[in-house]
C-alpha cells in the first residue's frame, strides 16, 4: 500500500505492448526477407511445371523442393516419403504459436478496451508537479477519496525521454508544452479508455499476424492432402525418376501458396523507429486512498526528482490511474506490466 518509487525506467520498458510489437515486427521481417530471397526461384519453378515446358522429372522434384523450402513461420519443410511426418511436426510448432499469440492478442484487446482510466500530463518545475496533482485529484477526478485506487506516475527533466514516451502514450495538449522553471501547467484529460492512451501496443496488429498464423496452418494441411497418395520418393543422390510426371505436375500446379508480402521497408522503418527509442524516466506506482495519492506524491517530489537537479528543473509528467482493480490490471498488461502487481 501507498507510493512506491521504482527508480529510473528506461522509457520502452513503461509499455510491454510496445515491446511485444517490435518482436512481431522483427518476426515479420526475418519471415519477409526470407521470402524474398527465395520467392524469385519459387515463382520461376511453379511457372515452368504450370507451363509443362522442358520438364523433367528432377525438374519437377527441384521445383517442389524450392517452393517448400519458403520457410514461412517455421522449420523447413523437407519433400519425400517423410512429407506428412515433417509437415505434422510443423503443424504442432505453428499451433503453439497461434496459441501464443492468441494470448497476446486478447491480453491487448482488453488492454485497449479497458475504460475508466484517469489520466493527467504535466510540464512545468518540479516543485509544482505534486501540489498541482494534489488539487486536481481532489476537484477533477470524481472517484470517492476513501476509495482505493491504483496509479503509474512517470516524470523526466530530459526531453529527448519525454519525446520517446509521447510516442508511446498519448500525452494530450501538454504534448506541445515548453517545460519552463516558472509554470506549473498540469492538465486533467478524464477518464479514458485504453486505445485512447496507449499508442504502443497499437504499434503492430497481432490480429494480422494471427490471421496469417492460420492461412499458413490451412496451407500446411493443404500440402499435407495435396501429396497424400502421390508417393514421391525421397529426395536423395539415387532418386527413382521413374515417378508419374503428370501427376505430379498438376498436383503441384494445383498447390498455391497464399503470401501477401507487405512493405518490407516500412515495417523495417517501424522497428528503426521505436527501437530508437532513448531516455528513461523515474516512475512510481500507487495502491491507496484516492485522497492520499496527490498528497503523498507531492511530499515525495518536493525536493525534485530522485535524480534530478532539484525542485526549480523543469520536468515533463504523466500520470495514470484508476479505481477498478480489474481495469487496472487489464490496463496494466499492455503498459507498465509491474503496475499489475501492484493488486
Request: proline share 3%; charged share 15%.
Amino acid at each position: 500500500m501507498g507510493l512506491s518509487l521504482q527508480g529510473s525506467i528506461p522509457v520502452l520498458s513503461l509499455n510491454l505492448g510496445a515491446s511485444l510489437a517490435l518482436v512481431g515486427l522483427q518476426a515479420d521481417v526475418a519471415r519477409l526477407q526470407n521470402l524474398v530471397s527465395q520467392f524469385a526461384e519459387g515463382t520461376l519453378a511453379s511457372a515452368e511445371l504450370k507451363a509443362g515446358v522442358g520438364v523433367s522429372p528432377a525438374d519437377i522434384l527441384a521445383g517442389m523442393t524450392a517452393w517448400a523450402s519458403l520457410d514461412i513461420m517455421g522449420p523447413t519443410l523437407d519433400i519425400g516419403a517423410s512429407f506428412t511426418a515433417d509437415a505434422s511436426i510443423e503443424l504442432g510448432l505453428v499451433n503453439a504459436e497461434i496459441a501464443i499469440v492468441e494470448q497476446i492478442q486478447a491480453a491487448i484487446a482488453a488492454s485497449l478496451g479497458v475504460g475508466g482510466i484517469a489520466a493527467w500530463t504535466y510540464a512545468g518545475n518540479a516543485h509544482g508537479f505534486g501540489s498541482t496533482l494534489a488539487d486536481s485529484i481532489k476537484n477533477d477526478w470524481s472517484e470517492p477519496s476513501d476509495n482505493i485506487t491504483y496509479a503509474l506516475i512517470a516524470a523526466t527533466e530530459d526531453p529527448t525521454a519525454w519525446k520517446s514516451i509521447k510516442q508511446l502514450w498519448d500525452t494530450g495538449a501538454a504534448a506541445y508544452i515548453t517545460s519552463a522553471t516558472d509554470k506549473e501547467d498540469l492538465r486533467y484529460r478524464g477518464e479514458l479508455k485504453g486505445a485512447q492512451l496507449n499508442l504502443g501496443a497499437q504499434i503492430y496488429d497481432f490480429a494480422d499476424l494471427l490471421a496469417q498464423l492460420y492461412g499458413l496452418r490451412a496451407s500446411l494441411e493443404a500440402q499435407a492432402d495435396a501429396y497424400l497418395g502421390i508417393g514421391l520418393p525421397s529426395i536423395s543422390a539415387d532418386f527413382d525418376l521413374s515417378i508419374d510426371v503428370e501427376a505430379v505436375v498438376a498436383a503441384f500446379a494445383d498447390f498455391s501458396l497464399d503470401i501477401e508480402l507487405p512493405d518490407l521497408n516500412f515495417t523495417l522503418g517501424l522497428i528503426a523507429q521505436y527501437s530508437a527509442l532513448i531516455g528513461s524516466a523515474d516512475v512510481w506506482l500507487w495502491k491507496g486512498k484516492k485522497g492520499a495519492l496527490g498528497t503523498d506524491f507531492n511530499a515525495a517530489i518536493s525536493n525534485g526528482l530522485p535524480n534530478g537537479s532539484g525542485p526549480n528543473s523543469a520536468i515533463y509528467g504523466i500520470v495514470l490511474a484508476a479505481a477498478s482493480p480489474e481495469a487496472w490490471v487489464a490496463f496494466s498488461t499492455a503498459g507498465y506490466a509491474a503496475a499489475a502487481l501492484q493488486v
